[in-house]
């Protein structure tokens, strides 16, 4: 295994991981009564964590494509 696909893997646990942090703190506050912020929480906490990882994957494969051209040349 190399160290690319080592990552990728490690980003993609993270990524579950926080998902689902936001998850179960979402779900909490909505059962303990703050139905707002709760459903604030699983909205917010979903576009953040959504864009975080979404960037992470759109800037590696930058890096990846940048990489090919200049091996090419």
């Known amino acids: 295994m190399n ?3 080592t990552v ?11 998902f689902a942090a936001v998850l179960i703190i979402g ?6 009564g703050s139905i707002g912020a709760g459903l604030a ?5 979903w576009v953040v964590c959504s864009l975080v990882f979404g960037m ?3 800037l590696s494969d930058m890096s990846d494509s ?7 040349q």
């Not at 779900?27 to 303990?32: A, S």
């Not at 929480?41 to 906490?45: A, E």
């Open 8 to 18: 990728i893997k490690t980003n993609d646990v993270l990524a579950y991981i926080a």
């Open 3 to 5: 160290i690319k696909s």
């Open 41 to 45: 929480v699983l909205v917010g906490g």
């Open 56 to 58: 992470w994957f759109v």
């Open 66 to 72: 940048l990489r090919k051209m200049v091996d090419k």
């Open 27 to 32: 779900v909490f506050m909505i059962l303990g």
